[in-house]
């Protein structure tokens, strides 16, 4: 309940139940005043003017011992003047609540003197000349969305708040028509009757909508006739609030991805904070920063993960999900997105927009192909597209300058493109397992720290691979080649060579010998790997045959 210039609203709110005031504009603001002017003589009179805006009633109750007297405006018109004449003493003024224009009014009573005062009933000595002036601002309860942040089972916690502590609230479950009479608030479930900010409904599912009606009496006021209303709300329950270390909006989104996937193993969602309880969920302050839903069994993302604005990754791998919705192009901070393994025939075009996007996982799905739009997203610095059924890689990928990894492993690949030349950032570059037969001689001007050219059909390979001078690790091996260029003998960063299974032959001195004496080969028994290739020497070098000993245990295997 808030109040603000004199207009009490009314906000159920829940630790999980938030009804929330609707976005339109307020309604002006009106009041009910009551005016009593009391002069002391005998018989004493006292002087009620009753005022409050046209079309509300209002009843005034004046009470000293068993002496009352009852005083009442109808709704037509806005001011009635009434003398009722007392005996001397101390008369208690008391307003009931009344329901009007679909609108609770609660009589606020300000005794002169003292204009910031709110009571719902005031004391007035009748021996001098004095005014009391009570004022009835109306409590609205509009109709608007109702949060139920934290359930067990079917059971969900309400709270709401109230500026005025002897206000009185009934909230039933269930519709009732606004011109209902207040004798018949017994109907309906009760969900809570007193002073209290906080109440529990049982009997709720989430993500389905309830209506409820709200009740509101004075203090002092007893009876089921005391009771002004109802006010009907209505709103759907979700799991999600203001109580929650998230937005609603991002909590509402990974509700939406559970709902969307009744089946999918996520046992710890749907309790606690997301933030700290949910599995797979990284939060930074109120914001979802990363998703990591693997092997979860999705088949589903639902067009709400565009809410997820902060999102920097979002782990889709493993599952079954075969589309994005088109509105994740919309999230404006997702810089890695992983949907290897999923059985995707298409890159979603929902990646289309993603243009902050740095990684992107593809591996382990149906690719028959990689669209040229990619292209496009110039941010991309690593593809893994490792399992597809690609066959040519789109001329678009060339404009991806900042690119650093390329992975295109167990593919149907028959060459590579000459623009590949042009990716002058391009650090690990793998063709594992593809069909090549050719590798361009313009591969040898990129920066490449790993070149895995393995299990293809080469039979040979271009001198130019002696140029990539940041070379670390190199795989040739389960290829046709006969022999390796004396360029290699320049690969001098190269930590690890790998050139098994092959038809290599013959003095491999020219390449080998600048290697052993200027290399940084890792000294162990894997370092060089030349096993399962033909009749291997050393060009009757001594020392180049104990080196490759040391690090090539194996290598004259073929003879």
């Known amino acids: 309940m808030r109040h603000r210039g004199g207009l009490l609203a009314l906000t159920l709110v829940t630790s999980g139940l938030m009804l929330v005031p609707p976005s339109a504009t307020a309604a002006p603001l009106r009041s009910t005043a009551v005016a009593v002017a009391a002069r002391h003589s005998a018989p004493t009179r006292i002087r009620v003017v009753i005022r409050t805006a046209r079309g509300v009633p209002a009843t005034v109750r004046l009470t000293h011992g068993r002496q009352h007297h009852m005083v009442s405006k109808p709704a037509r018109g806005e001011r009635l003047v009434r003398r009722v004449r007392v005996t001397p003493g101390t008369w208690h003024l008391t307003g009931p609540a009344v329901l009007a224009k679909r609108r609770v009014w609660v009589i606020e009573a300000r005794k002169k003197g003292d204009p910031y005062l709110e ?76 002073r209290a900010s906080r109440a529990t409904a049982t009997g709720l599912e989430s993500g389905q909508a309830y209506p409820f009606s709200v009740f509101v009496r004075n203090r002092g006021q007893h009876g089921d006739k005391a009771w002004a209303g109802p006010v009907s709300v209505r709103g759907t329950t ?26 999918a193993d996520l ?89 902050h996007l740095g990684y992107l996982g593809l591996s382990q799905n149906h690719l028959g192909r990689l669209p040229g739009w990619l292209g496009h997203l110039t941010g991309l ?32 690949l028959t060459e590579l493109p000459e623009w590949l030349g042009g990716l002058t950032h391009l650090s690990t570059l793998s063709v594992r397992r593809n069909r090549l037969r050719t590798v361009p001689n313009r591969i040898g001007r990129l920066p490449l720290h790993q070149l895995n050219l393995g299990a293809n059909r080469l039979d040979r390979v271009p001198a130019a691979i002696g140029d990539l001078s940041h070379l670390q690790f190199l795989w040739i091996d389960h290829n046709s080649l006969r022999r390796l260029p004396a360029s290699f003998g320049n690969l001098t960063k190269v930590l690890h060579l790998y050139a098994e299974h092959n038809r290599l032959s013959g003095d491999i001195s ?50």
Not at 312 to 339: C, I, K, M, Q, W
């Open 119 to 194: 009571q719902r009933s005031a004391d007035i000595r009748v021996r001098r000349h004095h005014t009391v002036t009570a004022q009835a601002t109306w409590y609205e309860v509009p109709a608007a969305r109702l949060w139920v942040a934290r359930t067990t089972g079917s059971t969900a916690s309400l709270r709401w708040r109230t500026p005025v502590k002897d206000v009185r609230f009934m909230v039933r479950r269930g519709d009732q028509a606004a011109q209902t009479a207040p004798q018949t608030v017994h109907e309906g479930a009760l969900v809570f009757k007193g």
């Open 238 to 263: 979700s799991f999600c609030s203001v109580q929650t270390s998230l937005t609603v909006g991002d909590c509402q989104a990974l509700l939406d991805i559970a709902r969307a996937n009744p089946n």
């Open 267 to 355: 046992p710890a969602w749907w309790t606690g904070d997301p933030c700290k309880d949910w599995l797979s969920v990284l939060c930074a302050g109120d914001r979802v920063h990363q998703l990591m839903l693997d092997h979860t069994g999705l088949h589903r993302v639902p067009a709400s993960i565009s809410d997820l604005t902060d999102l920097r990754a979002l782990s889709l791998g493993s599952n079954h999900v075969t589309s994005l919705p088109t509105s994740a192009s919309s999230l404006p901070a997702l810089t890695d997105l992983e949907l290897g393994n999923n059985g995707l025939t298409s890159v979603p075009t929902g990646v289309k927009g993603l243009s």
């Open 381 to 412: 610095y690593d593809i893994d597209a490792t399992g597809n059924r690609l066959s040519s890689l789109p001329d678009g990928l060339g404009n991806l300058s900042d690119l650093a990894g390329l992975r295109l492993s167990n593919n149907r």
């Open 510 to 559: 020219p390449w080998a010998g600048p290697l052993s004496r200027n290399g940084a080969i890792v000294r162990g028994s894997n370092s060089v790997v030349l096993t399962h290739n033909r009749c291997l020497n050393a060009g009757g070098d001594s020392e180049l045959a104990t080196w490759l000993d040391t690090f090539s245990h194996g290598w004259r295997s073929g003879c």
